[in-house]
């Protein structure tokens, strides 16, 4: 059952994401790991956990003139990391007026 008050120990665990921020990071995320892309065969269980949208955490920075900067770094502990992977995030500037990303970093 979906709460409708909030308990205040319900409230402590609470994110609110404006719907311009939630608008840019999904923009940027179907970009980084579009939904239909798939590991290819024989990947390896790592390799598996870099193609999910979940083994990513989220930041964002309100740049200058309508831009959010939206950064994907690995979770900790997300994947096992048999090996150190230093390029798994990206860091994309959108433009939260017209829709668009102006800039990718990775």
Do not use: N
């Amino acid at each position: 059952m979906f709460p409708f008050a909030l308990s205040e120990q319900q409230k402590q665990g609470l994110t609110r994401i404006s719907g311009p921020v939630a608008a840019a990071i999904e923009l940027a995320m179907d970009d980084f790991r579009p939904r239909d892309i798939k590991p290819p065969r024989g990947a390896t269980p790592d390799e598996v956990c870099m193609y999910q949208r979940h083994s990513f955490d989220v930041t964002t920075i309100p740049g200058t003139d309508g831009v959010l900067f939206v950064r994907f770094t690995l979770s900790p502990g997300a994947c096992e990391q048999e090996g150190m992977i230093l390029d798994a995030g990206a860091t994309y500037a959108v433009d939260v007026q017209g829709w668009r990303i102006l800039s990718v970093q990775k």
